[in-house]
């Protein structure tokens, strides 16, 4: 009897926590990585660092964002269920009491605190934009970094991760040069990725943009054809694991955070982002729990 | 309400949700409101717009670029759901 999709992912973590790959913490979708699993992000780092050394200028931000980002993207409007709001306790004795009572039943303490200046950052390339208002050079711009980002959606599939790292190259520039510079990742992508024996496919995509309005922008998102995923089929081929994504943000950012292309029309802009839990999650579920089993041709392309 | 009445409440809507540029000529019933600047955001908050005016809902299936492209295309389909 063939295994469901749920009962496929369900198996697959079981097998990544007994060989001690991932370490199951006690939220759904938080886990720590133990020594194979930190090894192998580490090595696709070292990896990605070799495909596009030289390209890009290395920059990095904290885990944490502006909560007026939040606002001038438009982020509540489009992923109101994903984000990550922080918030801390600036009250007086009295208060602190009550906190400290609420805290110890274990109940809800929310509404003690206030909401602090920043959100757990969502994308890893969302700290650069508004760090880049003006004018680029001539030719534009690309960066290279990696981040931590938060997404608000518990779950038990070890693939949907609500804590994970992104790594990201983000090109600025004309429409032009910024629909060239993805045409090519598109290619490049699958090329680093299939060098890692992984079944990859490239898949026009969408995000989760949120309710009605959502529908819409999904629509024009695809129609426009601004967002690709590389994807693997891990445990059913209706619904791949993305593992990369290739996005086309137009002048979207540009527009928001006043950024002008040597033209002086706004920006537009784009990254690829590498899933880094993602794409070692495919490569254990492909090659198996034990590295020293790893094809030949995998452990070569890693260095491992 | 017939076709011209439609027509210009969809413009009074475009007018005030589509944020398109200011020193834009005036708007032809075929002028492709994305080609001229109107961004995927300003176009859902256009649409919900157009439901409030007219009390309708768009369908799922009529959630696409092509609806909203223009007022021609637009009071279209706000005829249609008005039946």
């Known amino acids: 009897m063939s295994m469901s999709h749920a009962e496929k992912q369900e198996a697959f973590r079981q097998g990544l926590l007994e060989h001690r790959i991932l370490i199951q913490t006690q939220v759904p979708g938080i886990f720590g990585h133990a020594a194979p699993f930190d090894a192998v992000i580490r090595k696709l780092e070292a990896r990605i660092d070799r495909e596009v050394a030289g390209e890009a200028e ?10 007026e980002v939040v606002r001038s993207t438009g982020y509540m409007e489009n992923f109101p269920t994903l984000c990550g709001s922080v918030h801390s306790f600036t009250g007086d004795g009295a208060l602190h009491s009550a906190l400290v009572e609420r805290v110890k039943q274990g109940g809800d303490w929310g509404e003690f605190l ?21 004018e680029l050079p001539p030719g534009g711009k690309l960066f290279d970094l990696v981040g931590h980002v938060f997404r608000h959606e518990p779950s038990d599939d070890p693939t949907r991760m609500q804590a994970f790292r992104q790594r990201e190259n983000v090109r600025l520039g004309s429409a032009d040069e910024v629909a060239a510079w993805c045409e090519g990742w598109l290619q490049r992508s699958i090329r680093v990725l299939s060098a ?13 943009f949120f309710g009605r309005g959502g529908r819409m922008m999904k629509a024009t998102q695809r129609a426009q054809e601004l967002k690709h995923e590389v994807t693997v089929a891990l445990f059913s081929e209706e619904r791949p694991l993305a593992i ?25 802009s784009a990254c690829i982002g590498f899933g880094l839990e993602r794409i070692a999650l495919a490569l254990f579920h492909t090659h198996g729990f034990e590295l020293e089993g790893w094809p030949a041709g995998v452990r070569d392309a890693l260095e491992l | 309400m017939d076709a011209s009445e439609i027509n210009q409440k969809v413009r009074q809507v475009i007018a005030e949700h589509a944020q398109l540029p200011a020193d834009l000529p005036p708007l032809e019933d075929q002028t492709n409101l994305y080609e001229v600047g109107m961004a995927s955001r300003a176009s859902v908050n256009m649409m919900l717009a157009l439901e409030s005016v007219f009390e309708i809902e768009f369908p799922d299936s009529m959630l696409n670029r092509a609806v909203f492209e223009s007022i021609a295309a637009i009071s279209e389909a706000v005829e249609e759901l008005l039946g």
Do not use: K, M
């Not at chain 1, 206030?114 to 003006?134: D, F, K, R």
């Open chain 1, 114 to 134: 206030e909401q602090s200046q920043v959100v757990l950052v969502p994308s890893a390339c969302y700290p650069l934009y508004p760090t880049l208002e003006g």
């Open chain 1, 196 to 208: 890692l024996e992984l079944p990859v496919r490239l898949d026009l995509a969408t995000d989760p």
């Open chain 1, 244 to 268: 990369t994504s290739i996005n086309n943000h137009q002048d979207h950012f540009g527009h928001v955070f006043g950024i002008h292309g040597a033209d002086g029309g706004y920006a537009h």
């Open chain 1, 58 to 67: 290395r920059v990095y931000f904290p885990p944490v964002l502006a909560r």
